[in-house]
């Protein structure tokens, strides 16, 4: 009933020029099995979650061109904060852009307004695509990428090892260039930055963190999914 109800504000709202508006004082609460669904962005908290305005939530046709996405975006006026749990992205054939179906990945936008690409499941059956935070995460915008170009250019992460993931204390970095590294949390905060292939994570806290690397000759970046125990 609880997503039923989400389903009807949607549609009292898709004839402005927003999916949905929350106003300062609205707000759209999602308990722990419940979901929210906005024009192909389905919320699926792992925890109650309140949604709170003032918040606008838009979809554009027009893909991005870094990274080159389908022909769906959907955005946020006010990023989605602290969010834990699945998110999923429900596209169509008219919305593929000539990328491959096989290779898409889903891409969020953090506070920082970077596109960052996410290890994500790809369901083509259902032409459904889905990541789980299970850390407290802000959301500004998502849409889907091909994989291998979702935060890399030309980036040559075939020549790239992390290892050990997970990891306890210092993660090693093979790769063939000298490169810089930043660490973000999944609020998007930069929390330290080497260009050491030694990356001492015992100092953080458990939990999932995103790795940039750049390779310092092309300036090209990729980013990973590092989970710290």
Same mark, same amino acid.
């Given at each position: ?17 927003? #999916? ?8 759209? =609460?999602?308990? +722990?099995? @419940? &979901?929210?669904? $906005? ?70 936008? #953090? ?8 290890? =994500?499941?790809? +369901?083509? @059956? &259902?032409?459904? $695509? ?100």
């Amino acid at each position: 009933m609880l997503k039923i109800t989400f389903l009807l504000l949607f549609a009292a709202t898709i004839a402005t020029a927003q #999916d949905l508006t929350l106003t300062s004082t609205s707000s759209l =609460s999602i308990n +722990d099995g @419940g &979901s929210l669904y $906005i024009n192909g962005a389905e919320l699926d908290p792992s925890v109650n979650y309140d949604l709170v305005g003032p918040n606008e939530v838009t979809t554009t046709k027009t893909a991005l061109t870094s990274p080159r996405s389908i022909n769906k975006v959907i955005e946020w006026s006010s990023p989605v904060e602290d969010y834990q749990g699945m998110i999923y992205f429900h596209y169509g054939n008219q919305d593929l852009n000539q990328l491959e179906e096989s290779s898409l990945g889903l891409i969020i936008r #953090d506070v920082n307004s970077e596109w960052i690409g996410l290890d =994500s499941n790809l +369901d083509q @059956g &259902s032409r459904t $695509i889905g990541f789980g935070f299970s850390s407290p995460t802000n959301i500004s915008g998502i849409s889907v990428s091909e994989k291998q170009t979702a935060s890399s250019n030309s980036f040559d992460s075939a020549q790239l090892q992390l290892y050990p993931n997970p990891t306890t204390s210092t993660l090693t970095l093979e790769y063939n260039s000298e490169v810089e590294t930043e660490i973000y949390n999944l609020q998007g905060s930069s929390l330290f930055k080497t260009s050491e292939k030694k990356i001492d994570f015992s100092n953080l806290s458990s939990g999932v963190y995103l790795i940039k690397i750049t390779d310092q000759q092309t300036q090209d970046s990729i980013y990973k999914k590092i989970i710290k125990k």
